[in-house]
């Protein structure tokens, strides 16, 4: 069904069928579930570390189902074509439901090589080096990794204990969020089954309820979860007019990803995840194992 452009856009003809795509785009970007579709059970990390501990570690055996989306993708492929790419937002709505149908494909080849192949075109490679870039992301972390390294080993860096229970942090980052928000509700519950120590939807902040936490952890989380994730979804949904500005498209990851990360060991996990991560087509188990002791020597355990 047709939607007629609003008076901001005037007469405009070529404003019509944009909002109509925009509406669409909306409905079967909503079934386009990324991290929904490759989240692991919490169990498998409570086993690998008891195996961890015990001196017997073992790689993590993620299920590998992919999910078929042929009939979001029939969909994205005819908004995509009806779409004026010389029109600024003609251009913008096919931009959007291109990452929707990279992602949607990227989903249909969990456990498959393709699954890579359209994960670098969504959210890129650790050692490409744009054009605003001095040096690629790879060597990035490397040089701050040998900076921090330098700091820890001279013992200038204070230790920062995880010591917070979740309810404790909750209730903390409730009322420290509350001032912000005062035109939405916008909760923070505990959930023990998230993979991640938080989440953040428009509505609400999840908090792992079986996890500890540090101060640092406390401006952190406000700053990336409530103050961008949440914040950017509400500014687009307050807007009246183009309903995708309400959803968090799949092109918009690595911008949302970067800001309001302040923690100096998330930037540590983020450093030794980069090189880690240079071939990303590399499956082979002792690549897995590598980066598996990666991160977990940046969190902490031997």
């Not at 509406?23 to 498998?44: C, F, Q, S, T």
């Not at 230790?159 to 917070?164: A, K, R, Y």
């Not at 939405?184 to 428009?202: C, F, H, I, Q, R």
């Not at 307050?238 to 060991?265: N, Y």
Request: proline letters at 8%; one cysteine or more.
């Amino acid at each position: 069904m047709a939607v007629t452009a609003p008076a901001l856009f005037g007469h405009d003809p070529a404003f019509e069928p944009m909002l109509t795509c925009d509406r669409a785009l909306g409905g079967v970007g909503r079934k386009i579930r990324v991290l929904n579709a490759i989240a692991w059970p919490v169990e498998l990390e409570e086993r690998f570390l008891q195996g961890w501990r015990a001196g017997n570690p073992a790689l993590p055996q993620p299920a590998t189902m992919p999910v078929p989306l042929d009939a979001e993708i029939a969909t994205l492929d005819t908004l995509m074509r009806g779409l004026d790419r010389g029109h600024p937002i003609g251009n913008w709505l096919y931009k959007s439901a291109w990452s929707y149908r990279v992602a949607a494909r990227m989903l249909g080849q969990i456990g498959q090589p393709g699954f890579t192949r359209c994960s670098v075109l969504l959210y890129g490679r650790p050692d490409t080096q744009y054009r605003n870039q001095v040096v690629n992301n790879a060597d990035a972390a490397r040089q701050m990794l040998a900076i921090t390294d330098d700091l820890i080993d001279r013992e200038l860096l204070t230790p920062v204990p995880c010591d917070i229970p979740a309810d404790v942090f909750a209730q903390r980052l409730r009322e420290k969020i509350a001032p912000f928000f005062v035109h939405d509700e916008v909760e923070v519950v505990l959930d023990p089954s998230l993979a991640s120590k938080a989440t953040a939807s428009s509505s609400r902040v999840r908090i792992r309820a079986t996890a500890m936490f540090s101060e640092e952890d406390l401006e952190q989380l406000t700053q990336h979860e409530a103050y961008i994730h949440t914040a950017t979804l509400l500014n687009g949904k307050h807007q009246p007019h183009l309903r995708t500005l309400g959803l968090g498209a799949p092109r918009t990851t690595r911008t949302q990803e970067g800001p309001g990360d302040v923690r100096r060991d998330h930037h540590r996990r983020h450093g030794y995840r980069a090189p880690a991560a240079r071939g990303p087509a590399r499956a082979d188990g002792a690549g897995r194992a590598g980066r598996r002791r990666l991160h977990r020597r940046v969190q902490g355990f031997p």
